[in-house]
Structure formats: structure tokens, C-alpha cells
């Protein structure tokens, strides 16, 4: 039985190279792999323009996958379809034009890098710039699904030509087929990062989670106000002119579980005392009802 050797569990959704080298050292992705896939630049470079249009009429193929193209994407705000319609995407898009030089960069480095931190951070990138996840500004999010699909797709094109090339002995073109099936795997694994559920957030990550959920709150608190507000005063308008201008007002304070979701009026001791408590939320409600029945009108603030 050989020496166990320990694995931070910790480190591995924290720590790139630490990740990589885990993953790499398990599939038996070596040095030697690096060098194959390099040595693999004359047939696999002149063959990169043949592999990308085949990657974009295959995922031409399916309404889901097209879809995302109607999006504005990571690094590209799309001006030519505004209305986001998908009908309206075809291969002479400037959105298909950018995903495809993107790609071709991607392959053209696959074969050119020193695999070295930096390149990992690209390849880590490559991943994470197709899913929502804090810290990405875009908000393009491909399903995991799709993009194991593709995976599948682009590895069979790329293993294909390369079993159809007549450049190397068999067994160093075999062992050239075997390099990239391991380097698919690799990079799938920096895909899968961020779309498992048992990933562990950096605290950083963290942070960006609460801003942006307090933004959604606040905008949400805004949106209330704003129309509470102009409802008021068009109740306010029709009171007077019904010439029963006669209104009553009260603030209240509610909080709001964070497991239930449920809402429950606090009386003004208790409101001072439990707010701060972790966890919780609180809302403050203002009421104006008018004397005619069924008008009321609230706003948070």
C-alpha cells in the first residue's frame, strides 16, 4: 500500500497551485505533459481557425447554447443587439467575431505557455468569466452542463486531428493524445470550482456577497419609497378633493427572520432592545390610511 499523503481540504478551494497540483499530480498530468502539448504547436496551431468555427456551428446548433450570445459577455457590452434578441445573432455578429478571436487566444496559448502561476490564473479566469459569482462584473452565467458538453466536443475535435496526423512516431503521438485529454480534465476542474456547492468562499468573496445583497436591499427599499410615496400623494389629492381630507398615520418596526422569511411587529421597547441581533433583519414601515375605507398607504424606510 503506498504513503498516504494529506490534503488540505480547505486549501483546495483557496489555493490555486495548490488545487492544480493536487488535481494534476492525481490524473498524472507531468512535466513531460506540458512538453507534448507544446510539441503539438505545428499541427494543432495551423488547425486552431478549422477547431474554433467548429466549436461556434455546433453550439449554433441548439437555441440554449446561442442564447448566451444575446448577452452582453465578459469584456464586451454588446451594441448591435440591443433588444437581446438571439434571433438576431448570427456568425457575422461582433459578439461570435469576439468569443471567437477569445478562443483562438486560448488555444494559441495551450500550446505556446510556461505553465507557470500566471498561466494558471488564466486558465482559473477562463472558468470563472462564465458563471455569476461575487467579484465578476458581467452577469452572463452558462450552465455547467453546457460547458461539460463542450468540453466533450472540443476534446474530440482537437484529439481527432491530432490522431490524424502523420508528423510523429505512433507512440509519441499517442502519448501526445493522452497529454490533452489530462489538460481537458484540468481545465474542466477550474470550471466545476465554481459551480460545485461545496466550494468554501474566500473572505473576500464573502464580503462582495453581503455588499451586493445589501445594494439589492437597499434598491428594493428605494423602489418602495419612490412609489409609496407618489401613491400618497394621489390619495392625499383625492381626499381633499372628496373633501374628506381626514388621515391617520403610525410608523412600525418589523423583523424579518432569516430562516422563515416571516415578519413580526416589534412595539417600540422591543424594537430598541433586539435591533443589532445577528442574522436578522429589520424593516421600518410608514402607514398613512385615509378615513374612506380600503385607502391605505405604506413605504419603507
Not at 167 to 194: G, M
Amino acid at each position: 500500500m503506498p504513503e498516504m499523503q494529506h490534503i488540505d481540504h480547505d486549501r483546495l478551494y483557496t489555493d490555486l497551485q495548490y488545487r492544480y497540483d493536487y488535481v494534476s499530480q492525481f490524473i498524472g498530468f507531468t512535466e513531460k505533459d506540458q512538453e507534448l502539448i507544446k510539441k503539438s504547436a505545428s499541427v494543432v496551431g495551423g488547425l486552431v481557425p478549422t477547431i474554433v468555427d467548429a466549436v461556434y456551428d455546433r453550439l449554433a446548433k441548439y437555441d440554449i447554447t446561442w442564447s448566451h450570445f444575446a448577452q452582453d459577455q465578459d469584456g464586451l457590452k454588446i451594441k448591435d443587439n440591443v433588444s437581446r434578441d438571439v434571433s438576431h445573432v448570427t456568425m457575422g455578429s461582433e459578439v461570435i467575431t469576439f468569443r471567437k478571436t477569445m478562443l483562438t487566444k486560448y488555444l494559441k496559448k495551450l500550446v505556446t505557455a510556461e505553465w507557470n502561476l500566471s498561466y494558471l490564473k488564466y486558465l482559473d479566469w477562463v472558468g470563472h468569466i462564465h458563471t455569476t459569482t461575487p467579484l465578476k462584473k458581467s452577469t452572463i452565467n452558462v450552465e455547467y452542463i453546457h460547458c461539460n458538453a463542450l468540453f466533450g466536443y472540443v476534446a474530440a475535435v482537437v484529439v481527432g486531428a491530432l490522431q490524424k496526423s502523420t508528423e510523429w512516431e505512433d507512440d509519441v503521438r499517442d502519448d501526445i493524445v493522452n497529454a490533452y485529454n489530462k489538460f481537458f480534465w484540468l481545465q474542466n476542474d477550474l470550471f466545476a470550482k465554481y459551480y460545485v456547492k461545496d466550494r468554501v468562499l474566500t473572505d473576500k468573496e464573502k464580503d462582495a456577497v453581503a455588499k451586493e445583497e445589501l445594494l439589492k436591499q437597499n434598491e428594493i427599499r428605494r423602489e418602495l419609497r419612490s412609489e409609496s410615496l407618489v401613491n400618497a400623494a394621489v390619495g392625499v389629492a383625492a381626499g381633499i378633493a372628496l373633501g374628506v381630507p381626514r388621515f391617520s398615520m403610525h410608523q412600525a418596526t418589523y423583523s424579518v427572520s432569516p430562516l422563515t422569511s416571516e415578519a413580526t411587529r416589534l412595539s417600540d421597547d422591543t424594537a430598541s432592545s433586539v435591533m443589532g441581533i445577528e442574522g436578522t433583519s429589520y424593516i421600518s414601515i410608514l402607514v398613512m390610511s385615509h378615513g374612506i375605507q380600503g385607502m391605505v398607504w405604506t413605504w419603507a424606510q
